[in-house]
């Protein structure tokens, strides 16, 4: 079954605390990318990667890091959680051409930073 | 630079009634445009998208949506709603040659019975 996985899905954490939530697909697809979902401002993008080893900069980057090593994994890192970053966490997938950049979204990672 | 506006964060139809979702955006090349919908504790799932060709687009679940290139619109209708189509919905414009994805803000639709 092609798929988009995250985890953790949930997850509590305290300031300060080193945190990785990871991501996969199975699509073979060459784009990923990290959303944040926050009440009444919708998705924001944190960082996208076009290939292995290539990632650039979303709408709200500060604070979170990527790395993409192998095509089908695209983890983001907190190296220093703040109260602030508590927010729905989705990784997306997609490829270009024919599918015409339609995203594959994960289930989700609810992350609160106390 | 690209943008996309959705109209109303809220909307709330009887069963049955015609739903209508807006969405105006903002593209300097040609736009690939996307509805998508989230239901509980879910994540997106495509509900139809237009990149090139046909401007009226079917998508899942009885929804369409038609670009309108001079009005710079991408509304979404379905011709009765029903209980099962309360979620939230977020139109989004992407690109050829863009990595970028950029979505609206999101209209949470509510079917009164």
């Known amino acids: 079954e092609a798929q988009v996985t995250q985890n953790p899905r949930y997850l509590i954490t305290v300031t300060g605390k080193k945190l990785t939530v990871t991501c996969s697909q199975n699509m073979n697809h060459e784009y990923m990318s990290w959303y944040r979902q926050d009440p009444g401002l919708g998705l924001r993008q944190i960082y996208y990667s076009m290939n292995v080893e290539v990632t650039d900069k979303g709408d709200v980057p500060e604070g979170y890091k990527v790395s993409r090593k192998e095509k089908r994994n695209f983890p983001l890192i907190l190296e220093s959680p703040s109260p602030n970053q508590t927010s729905l966490y989705f990784c997306?997938?997609?490829?270009?051409?024919?599918?015409?950049?339609?995203?594959?979204f994960g289930p989700g990672t609810r992350l609160t930073v106390l | 630079a690209q943008s996309v506006t959705q109209l109303g964060s809220h909307v709330s139809v009887s069963e049955g009634a015609l739903v209508l979702l807006r969405c105006n955006y903002s593209s300097s090349v040609p736009p690939y445009l996307f509805w998508y919908v989230q239901y509980p504790n879910q994540g997106l799932q495509l509900l139809l998208k237009?990149?090139?060709?046909?401007?009226l687009v079917k998508g899942i679940n009885g929804f369409e949506a038609e670009f309108k290139k001079s009005e710079t619109s991408f509304h979404l209708t379905k011709p009765s709603a029903h209980m099962s189509d309360a979620a939230e919905y977020f139109c989004a414009v992407s690109g050829p040659g863009t990595y970028k994805y950029i979505f609206g803000t999101g209209t949470r639709l509510k079917v009164l019975a």
């Open positions: 237009y990149t090139t060709g046909a401007t």
């Open positions: 997306a997938s997609y490829s270009t051409g024919l599918g015409g950049n339609e995203q594959f």
